[in-house]
């Protein structure tokens, strides 16, 4: 099971921090990576970026350099950071469980959380 | 960057019926890698198909996928009650990934 937890409201130009927790699998099996999907009215569901539990992580090029992931092995948690947020950022995230760095398709995806940025 | 459109964007079907789902791709996605997801209010989408045809774990035989370079299709060939939902294609040839916008599958 994956589970997203985060501030359900935040300020323009604040940052935003998610989590994911991990269970009933563990987050360093090798060939898993674990992702960041974002799905606004707007805009449709849109990748943010995947990481391993290695620690190596790739984005989408055709976001700022705003977001960034990272990997907590001994909690067994993986998260999502993003800065200088804006109203455009305003989506329900997902954290997924994606088969490898080939077979980019995601195979588990968390419950979701809506994320609202607005003064 | 590889855009998908889904079309039709809604379907209005009776429980039983036969449908077929289109996804059409800007370029053409080499290795079949195009995935087909499930969607519900409320719930986690659903992964349905991988590598255009390969069904996911304890997906039931009536959704089939097919299709490639530029043109993927999922068939449900006996729609249920639990499959009214919203249908999004996903490739992941190239960076960035991306999603169709999606095709709704609502009772008539």
């Known amino acids: 099971e994956l589970r997203e937890s985060g501030p359900g409201l935040v300020k323009p130009s604040d940052t935003l921090s998610l989590t994911c927790s991990v269970s009933g699998v563990s987050l360093t099996y090798t060939t898993y990576y674990w992702g960041w999907i974002r799905q606004s009215p707007g805009k449709g569901f849109e990748w943010i970026g995947s990481?391993?539990?290695?620690?190596?992580?790739y984005y989408n090029p055709s976001l700022q350099r705003r977001f960034r992931l990272s990997v907590d092995t001994s909690k067994n948690q993986f998260s999502l950071r993003v800065t200088s947020v804006n109203v455009t950022d305003t989506a329900v995230y997902f954290c997924?469980?994606?088969?490898?760095?080939?077979?980019?398709?995601?195979?588990?995806w968390g419950q979701g959380t809506l994320v609202t940025v607005s003064s | 960057e590889i855009v998908l459109t889904q079309s039709p964007g809604t379907l209005s079907l009776s429980p039983g019926e036969r449908v077929t789902l289109s996804c059409r791709a800007s370029q053409s996605i080499n290795n079949n890698f195009l995935a087909w997801y499930q969607h519900k209010p409320g719930q986690p989408p659903r992964l349905l198909i991988y590598?255009?045809?390969k069904r996911a774990t304890d997906i039931p035989d009536r959704f089939s996928g097919s299709g490639s370079g530029t043109d993927f299709t999922l068939t449900v060939s006996r729609l249920e009650p639990e499959d009214f939902a919203v249908y999004y294609c996903?490739?992941?040839?190239?960076?960035?990934?991306?999603f169709g916008p999606g095709t709704k599958i609502e009772i008539k």
């Open positions: 997924v469980r994606q088969w490898g760095l080939v077979d980019e398709y995601f195979q588990q």
């Open positions: 990481i391993h539990y290695t620690g190596s992580a």
């Open positions: 590598g255009a045809s």
């Open positions: 996903q490739h992941y040839d190239t960076l960035p990934m991306t």
